[in-house]
Structures are given as structure tokens and as C-alpha cells.
């Protein structure tokens, strides 16, 4: 270990932490990580990620090239519209999105654990699972030491902290952030795609994201997730020759049981949940959901019934208060470490994928002898910390993921869901403004400032 050469311990095998890994290995620089699930299966459902142009273009620069292909090979189909409907699935907007020709300037829908598994691909040698951080200690010599649950322990020149929300490493760093409960619940399923719940679903919603602004201040999302393997793994037929190429190499779908899928989120104000929501499961979330919806269209709540009982999900979200800069040190934070965001722009993984990318093109100026350590942790912090909260700020002021949200109030609330709903509706149909919002999708999600 060398300040020329650092040696690199990432605590967190998600999206940021893996892309960053990537893009050390491929910069010549040693890199370690520390994953607190045990094996590369666990720990993750495989509901959809967006990742847009911000994210793709991280990912092209941090990954070999052979595996960003089969990155874009093994996103689902893009959606083709992004429609805001009614809970009766009556149509107040719907807007015509780019077509995915291009492999970068683009939105992806991409399985959550068939991103890991992208991601784990190739680096078995450097991902150590079973390994929960409990904390580190930063020497006088400039290493820094991690801890883990199990007694081990691992050295390097800089840690990385990209283990999310509850991360351990900024507990210990910065006690003084704050992670708050954004007052919201969301409920996620998902519906088997079959012959019948295909044919539940006009093809304009089925081929698009569907934002659901229903009356009595309950939010939702539809999209349809369709790859190009069946659920046996079997490639579908009609594939083309070089995807079928990839697919057909690539080991991560032994890891992987994604099939085709309809995803529902619901989401409300917590008031509307009952108090123990976060402890509910299965059959029993599902009859939340259909409690909650009982006005909403029959094929909805067919859709919601016909849920997989496993699949049933409550999350409560959660968001960063921001904190002012800190000196640089051996320690540095990445993604939802350093910056949780709601669900509200689905900015969360590409931030993300953005911190990784800039944060290795910095530690490559150290191999280069371009800057030492400190100065290129100070650098990236010193870009990262703006936008990352400025996404923070943005998540909450949309579509109602800020539990104090108008939407929710009894009375008000309705004049708001009227003004979201005519502003949707008068945005597709004003050409000059139809463009800007299509043009804002491509770019809101961790864009370069």
C-alpha cells in the first residue's frame, strides 16, 4: 500500500459500491469489498431500478465493455410512455418517451437483482460476503483499519462507505447526519405476467411507467417488467444474435430468478397505514393494499389480489437531512451512506452510479501521481456533497413522498390532486412544454449540474 497506488476497502456491495469496484480494477488500483449479506443471492427482491442516462454513462465508464453490453442485453423492455392515470385507470396524461437505440442517452428498467448479479460479475475474487462492518480506526500512518462482526478485520488506504441507509461507517463518521422518516409507507408487489394479467392492461399502459394519482391521497406505480428470458432461463426466441451471445456466456443468471412481472407500489402518508405496518407480511400486506384501494378499477385490485404473496413488501421511507462539508480523510461516503433520498425522481441508484464514477476518477489521479490522497478525497466530496443533496431536496418535493404533502390533507388535498392532475394533463398537450418534460425525464436523475 502506497499513497501512489491506495489500496481500497469499499464496505457495501450494492450498485455504488460494485460500479466504483469496477472502475478501480480496471484503473490498475487494488480494491477490497465487504458485503454484510452472505451470498450474492440474498438480501435483495427483484423490483425495478431506473437508470437513466446519468447512471448508464457511470456504468460505460466503470465496467469492461463486454459487461456493460450485457448490462443493456439484460435490461427489461423500455418503456415506451409514461402515462399519469387515475385509480379507475382513466387517462389525465400520457407522454412518448425515446426509443432505446441508443445504448447511453436513455432510461433503463432494470431488475434490482439482476443488476447485482451484473455487477458481481467477475470480481468473486474481491467481494467478501458474510461481512458486516461494525466500524474502523483511521492510524497515524494514514491506513485505516475496518471491523467486522465476526472479529475479522481488513487494512487499506482509504474506506469507502457504500452500505446504505444504516451505514455503520457514518454513524461512527458523522454522528451529527441525521436520517429522518419522510412521513410516507410505500406497499410494493409484484403479479406474475401471464396471458390473463397481460390482458388486465391496456398496451399503452403495459408498455409504459404509469404514475397513479388516485383520489383520497394515495399515490401508486404501474410498470411491467419484460426481459428477454423466460422464467426457466431459456432464451425467448426473436432475440437478436449478439444479445443471445451475451445471455448465453454470461453465468450471473445462475444467480438469477427474475421473470417477466407486473410491479404495483401504493403509497400514502403513514397516518393511512396501521401503526405496525413495517411488521406485516404476505397475504395479510395484500389486504392492506386492497383495503386501502377499494375504489380503484377491478383490474388494479384483480392485479393486487393475484400478488405473490412473497413479493409483499412495506418500506418505510426514509431521507438525509443535509450536513455541512467535513475535512477530508481515509474515510470518504458514497450513494445512501452520505445521502438517502425518497423514491420521489428516482435518483437514488444513479446518484449513486455518479458518486462511483467521479469518485474513481479521482482516485486514478492518485495512481497517476496527479494528486495525492487527501486532496482527491477532498475533490470529490467537494462535487459529490451539492448535487447529492440537491437530489435529496428534489426526491421530496414530488409526487408525494414528503408525508406532509397537500395531497394528504382532507380538504386541501383535493384542490391538490386537481392541480397535479391539470398540470399533467395541460403539459401533454402543449407541444413546447410535452417536449421539456420529456427532455427533463432523460436528465432529473443524478444529472451533471
Known sequence: MTPQRPHVLVIGAGTGGMCLAHGLRRAGISVAVYERHRTRTDGLLGYRVGIGP???????????????DTFVATCARSPAHFNVISEKMRQTASFDLRPDTDPADTDRSVSRMTLRQILLTGMEDIVHFD????????????TVTAHFADGSTAVGDLLVAADGTHSAVRRQYLPHAVIRDSGTINVAVKIPLTDHTRSLLPDRIRKGINLIFASGGLMGVLHVMEFKW?????????IGSTDAELLDRWPGLLYDNTSDYIAIVIWSTARRFPPDIMQRRGQDLIRIALDLTTGWHPHLRELIARADPGSAMPIKVATSEPVPPWKPSTVTLLGDAIHTMTPGRGSGANTALRDAALLCRQLTAVATDDKPLLEAVGDYEAQMLPYGFARVADSLRDNGTNGDDTLYHPVIGRLALLGARGYFGVTS???????????GFYTYRGAEE
Not at 230 to 238: D, V
Not at 429 to 439: A, E, I, N, T
Request: hydrophobic share 25%.
Open 429 to 439: 398537450r402543449v407541444p413546447r412544454l410535452r417536449k421539456k418534460f420529456v427532455d
Open 131 to 142: 461481512k458486516t462492518c461494525t466500524g474502523y480506526d483511521q492510524h497515524d500512518d494514514g
Open 54 to 68: 446519468t447512471g448508464t454513462r457511470a456504468l460505460r465508464e466503470c465496467l469492461p465493455p463486454d459487461l456493460f
Open 230 to 238: 423466460q422464467h426457466t432461463g431459456a432464451l425467448k426466441s426473436g
